[in-house]
């Protein structure tokens, strides 16, 4: 693995597969709901406590409109998340006034809390921070604080999270509303590979939180077995070309070929390789061999190495890219 490509994998760089409509449409109904939030908390707060509370919802307009299937995002988790961390955030200012150490035990209880009662939701954490730090507009409220304005300012995120994020086919919320989905991967004849059971068994193994249902998991994993029954392995290779070895994690690889030389039987092909294992790296094995390792011809669309069929095209008129020293 490339310097570079080992330092946007430590850095989390997010490959958003995602439309450009997708993503219009995120940012709209974020600013539909944060609108009406905006105008709520300055009704009710001053200017700075305002800011505050708004920027909590503000994370939580992210999750629900750019990530609206997410399980960080669902009703219960943006409800209870909000007004569990906010009663502990009033909680730990009443009882313990405005000390330094007021701030860091709001928010660390709170996220215990949200996570013992199954709604954990990050922005919860802005939330109890708010009722700490927000001054004397919001110490005020007291244990008002929980329903204005964060009740009324949660109950109009889910209002228009309801009626945006449902006007589109492929967005339903909450997530109960999809239709019904895989519940386990099969192959061909239907046999099961992997269960429903086996999926939430291997989420609890991982002992963290991941955003995303189990059923989501299995529909994921059907949808890329049918595209993996849809192909056949290459035929013959091609300079300028790129195949993967159909691996799945850190063994997953995908190489370009630069140039072949050499005769019928003794030829050989020169390759860089571009994704996953030993990015960046050159190498040259024996015609048979490069084909027995290339398991699919792939391309890249938008930095994600789709399959392509088995034969690749021959009218790709560019020259092949020179083998690197």
Known sequence: ????????????????????????LSGLGALLALGAVCTVCHLWLDGTAAILVASSMGASAVLLFAVPHGTLSQPWPVIGGHL???????????????????????????????QYLGCLHPPGGATALA???????????GYGYLVTPILVN???????ALIFNNLFSWRRYPLAWMPARAQGVHDAAGRDLLSQEDLNAALRSQNSIVAV?????AELFEVALKQARQGKRPLEIKDGECYSNGLVGAEWSVRRVVRQLGQSGKRRVH?????????GSTGSVAYMEFLGWARVYVHEVEGLWLRQPATPPTDRPGEPEALAS
């Open 1 to 24: 693995m490339s310097r570079f490509s080992a330092l946007v994998r430590w850095a989390g760089v997010e490959l958003n597969t995602t439309s450009h409509a997708e993503k219009l």
């Open 84 to 114: 569990v961390s906010a009663a502990i955030g009033v909680a730990c200012q009443q009882w313990l006034g405005s000390t330094w150490l007021t701030p860091a035990l709001a928010t660390g209880l709170a996220i215990c809390a949200m």
């Open 131 to 141: 009722a700490v730090i927000g001054g004397p507009a919001i110490h005020q409220l």
């Open 154 to 160: 949660v109950a109009l995120l889910m209002a228009v």
């Open 213 to 217: 249902s189990t059923e989501e998991l």
């Open 271 to 279: 390759y860089k390789v571009v994704a996953g294992a030993d990015a």
